[in-house]
């Protein structure tokens, strides 16, 4: 496993003036460590928790979906699922058509279904319904996100990944950046083409550049410790990446080609803690049915192949996946074929040390609140499951409190 | 299990509703901004009109630095924002002659970005950036052609009052596709562009209610688009669909229509606070004053909801010259990529302009979702680092366009001071003694050489101070 202080040593081996190359990561730390958080430590340090963000507001009805309710089918008459379309989990419910991928999972016990969660007065806003998930504080006085001190100081650049454009808050922020990182190809800093062997001194006068751009400068720190953390990661994720070869074939979306990225650093023992990557587009306020298909299918499948891929690598047993989104959708469907914005929704676990099956109670829709759904399991009880049960972290210390967690895990 | 929403929530929604405006990413910059850089001096006043133009536009080649800075402060603060006195013939000369396919989505893309870049009205096109950005659409639901009318909207009608804004905005067709106002009929309204309207264009989460967002979704039942020219939708009122019955919004009631809906909304002092923060934090800084937003949202109040008006304070305060405001914003990668076109007077077809912003996570017309892109520290992701470097690295190897005749990069190898040249240009020649040394010192080691050239040029580029607005 390649940590910081390696490539401290490589670094030093490269760098005539080599000096100032600890001062830039050492100031960087030091300077960041002021304002970040402080991190909780892990005992199950050789796991991997990958979460899947759904973006928009999944609609947790259609795609767990209670299709021997008739109170189902009374509330969305054109776009409720019709019981002979959905992959049943047992009597009472069964997947979107889409979801065969997640299926197959639960057929082989890897798959768990926690219904119904959500929290005490939910908010219907994008924006502050993904902050409450972000920071594990429905009260959104907390600033940090949940997954930001699990990521430690002294460990290595890939603790932990963001695939995407920008860090997502529920990483944020660790004392030094995660990478966030959307083509692994392009992920490098690319020499003059045509005077490649020229690098390494550009490369040095840019160090000594950062270097010399000190606090109270604005954003001093942040762009600091981007630039150290991106130079870094770059150098190792070649090297990584070059060393691991995909057994499947992952489809090619976005969300696939970040699932393979994690495959790789889990396949290469990069010490991956913490993969994180997004996927949108389930905001289905109209014309729901075809958008909601392709994006399940989307997930069904991206995960399905990233399973595989770990299982043949041998790596199943030391990854859990966990999707969530902000918010459910409205019980009801509405005029344009959609759903408006909602409360709670069912969330996933999957895994090879997870125990396959139903979790928590279910929704009743004979008892809506104002058209929405009352919420059963609390998030943070998910949340605390994967940090005690999962990672071996000290739950309450993330999370302010103790929260009830759930039996969805081998030991 | 307590009601959802029906009450307004005082204490979350008042506590987060400072964090909601302002977003995540606000929080990120509250925790990693250190404290304000003092410069050793008071910015002179070519600094400060370089600040105007980086802010008020996308920056400016010497060349256009010194006409501006003939007009004198308030007189280049008076060209910039009453730019309908300021003839573009020449932009869409240049544009004509490009040959591009507006129905295209990434020609569209490149038409945008060579008008900021050839622009002679930069604030014009600044604050079609800023609108795109607050009262989102993307291509994601509205075609091409949609988009462009959109854009054409604002570029329009960018500086009028706020409610004539708004109200043109729920018309538009591309707005209508993207939050569903083309189907929200009388009996079941869609609450998408209400909620959307109120939480995130002007009032902010934590001022208003779930009640508010279903009665003024009711408001607008009856908007709807005539679809019968396929190329150009057209929004037509739709009375068979209007909800005409009484609604209560924000404590007033009446039969409203959406129009109504507008000003009662416009009329809210947290919208006044809302958009002047909006238009602060574009333009000034991250983290205004209290007493800095009274005065403008009395601004706006005052002036019939101008946003001229607004935006002409803004640009002539003292807070937007101040130490405070210097460096204070971290350029957008279309602030970076079209500034750096502007100042290097780079000629391009623009494709590696649109490329080289995607490629720093902003997508233009393909926002995130739809509160645009949280900016700030948001941008300094370490594969959005990586980005910017590689653009700095294309540009200095002459692959995102030629140098026009005269131009910086043109004047470099003629004896002089090639560093001093670069650092004037770029960075308003405000750089401190030990960064020089060190672009002194790389290009002393072989100071004749093209490698070395463009290294520096590399380095001016790459060099922290340059990504601050």
């Keep these: 496993m390649l940590t910081r202080r390696s490539f401290l040593k490589r670094s030093l081996a490269t760098a005539p003036s080599a000096l100032l190359v600890p001062a830039l990561f050492e100031r960087a730390v030091a300077l960041a460590a002021q304002e970040r958080s402080t991190p909780v430590g892990v005992s199950n340090t050789g796991r991997t928790l990958i979460v899947i963000q759904m973006a928009g507001g999944n609609d947790g009805l259609n795609t767990v979906v209670p299709y021997t309710d008739g109170r189902y089918h009374d509330l969305r008459p054109r776009i409720g699922l019709a019981p002979e379309t959905v992959l049943p989990l047992n009597d009472r419910l069964g997947l979107h058509p889409s979801l065969g991928g997640l299926k197959a999972l639960w057929d082989s016990g890897a798959l768990a279904v926690v219904e119904n969660v959500g929290y005490e007065n939910p908010s219907l806003s994008h924006f502050e319904a993904m902050h409450i998930w972000e920071t594990a504080d429905p009260l959104a006085k907390a600033s940090q996100g949940w997954l930001a001190s699990l990521v430690d100081v002294g460990g290595h650049p890939f603790e932990a990944l963001n695939f995407g454009t920008s860090l997502s808050p529920a990483l944020c922020c660790p004392v030094v950046p995660p990478p966030t990182v959307t083509s692994p190809d392009a992920y490098r800093l690319l020499p003059d083409p045509q005077f490649p062997r020229g690098e390494p001194a550009r490369t040095q006068a840019l160090q000594q550049l950062y270097a010399a751009y000190e606090p109270p400068a604005p954003y001093a720190a942040l762009l600091e410790a981007a630039a150290t953390s991106a130079q870094e990661s770059a150098q190792q994720l070649k090297t990584l990446t070059a060393g691991y070869a995909p057994t499947v074939q992952y489809p090619a979306t976005p969300l696939a080609r970040g699932l393979q990225v994690f495959a790789a650093l889990i396949a290469r023992d990069a010490g991956l803690r913490v993969g994180y990557t997004l996927l949108g587009g389930f905001d289905t306020h109209s014309n729901q049915a075809q958008q909601h298909a392709r994006q399940l299918q989307t997930l069904g499948d991206a995960v399905s192949a990233f399973y595989q891929d770990l299982q043949a690598q041998g790596k199943a047993q030391d990854v859990l996946v966990m999707t969530w989104s902000e918010f459910g959708r409205r019980a009801a469907e509405n005029a344009s074929l959609g759903t408006d914005h909602g409360t709670a929704a069912p969330l996933f676990l999957l895994g090879g040390r997870v125990c396959g099956g139903l979790y928590g109670d279910p929704p009743d829709l004979g008892n809506l609140d104002n058209g929405n759904l009352r919420y059963s399991t609390d998030f943070r009880s998910v949340y605390a499951t994967v940090l005690e049960g999962w990672l071996g972290a000290d739950s309450s210390a993330i999370l302010g409190s103790r929260y009830d967690t759930l039996p969805a895990l081998t030991t | 299990m307590p009601a959802t929403g029906q009450r307004a929530g005082l204490t979350r929604r008042q506590a987060l509703s400072g964090a909601a405006l302002l977003g995540m990413g606000l929080v990120l910059q509250a925790a990693v901004r250190t404290t304000r850089a003092a410069h050793a001096e008071p910015l002179d006043e070519r600094v400060k009109i370089a600040h105007l133009l980086r802010r008020a536009g996308f920056g400016a080649s010497p060349r256009e630095l010194a006409e501006y800075q003939a007009l004198g402060l308030s007189g280049a603060v008076d060209r910039l924002v009453n730019y309908e006195q300021v003839p573009n013939v020449e932009l869409e000369v240049r544009l004509n002659e490009q040959g591009l396919d507006l129905s295209d989505p990434l020609d569209l893309r490149r038409w945008w970005v060579l008008r900021m870049v050839h622009t002679a009205r930069p604030l014009e096109e600044k604050m079609v950036l800023f609108w795109h950005g607050l009262l989102t659409s993307s291509l994601a639901k509205a075609m091409p052609p949609l988009m462009l009318a959109q854009n054409q909207f604002f570029r329009a ?22 939050l569903d106002l083309e189907t929200n009929r009388k009996g079941h309204a869609n609450e998408n562009f209400a909620r959307e309207l109120m939480e995130l264009f002007t009032l902010g989460v934590g001022n208003y209610t779930e009640q508010d967002v279903r009665e003024v979704a009711r408001a607008f039942t009856g908007w709807a688009l005539d679809r019968s020219n396929p190329e150009a939708p057209a929004w037509y009122f739709n009375q068979n669909q209007h909800d005409s019955g009484l609604k209560t919004i924000l404590g007033q009631t009446g039969a409203f229509t959406g129009d109504d809906a507008i000003d009662i909304i416009v009329r809210q002092p947290a919208a006044a606070r809302f958009i002047s923060t909006k238009l602060f934090r574009f333009f000034a800084y ?33 807070a937007f010259f101040s130490d405070r405001a210097y460096r204070a914003i971290i350029k957008s990668p279309t602030d970076l990529v079209v500034g750096t076109a502007r100042t290097l007077e780079l000629e391009t077809i623009g494709t590696p302009l649109v490329q080289a912003i995607d490629a720093m996570g902003q997508t233009l017309l393909l926002p995130p979702n739809v509160a645009g892109w949280p900016g700030g520290p948001a941008w300094m992701g370490t594969g959005a680092w990586l980005a910017r470097m590689n653009f700095a690295n294309r540009v200095s190897s002459g692959q995102v366009g030629t140098p026009a005749p005269g131009s910086l990069l043109t004047q470099l190898g003629s004896g002089g001071d090639p560093v001093g040249t670069l650092v004037d240009g770029l960075l308003d020649g405000v750089l401190g003694q030990p960064q020089r040394d060190v672009l ?11 490698e070395r050239q463009r290294g520096l040029v590399y380095l001016a580029m790459a060099l922290p101070e340059y990504h601050l607005a």
């Design chain 2, 286 to 318: 991250p983290d205004p004053e209290p007493e800095v937003i009274d005065d403008l949202a009395a601004t706006f109040t005052s002036s019939g909801f101008s946003i001229r008006a607004v935006v002409q304070r803004i640009l002539s305060s003292d």
């Design chain 2, 157 to 178: 009608h960018a500086l009028d009052d706020f409610p004539s804004i708004l109200k043109g905005i729920s018309r538009d067709p591309a707005m209508m596709r993207w």
């Design chain 2, 440 to 450: 002194a010192s790389y290009l002393a080691a072989a100071p004749d050489t093209e």
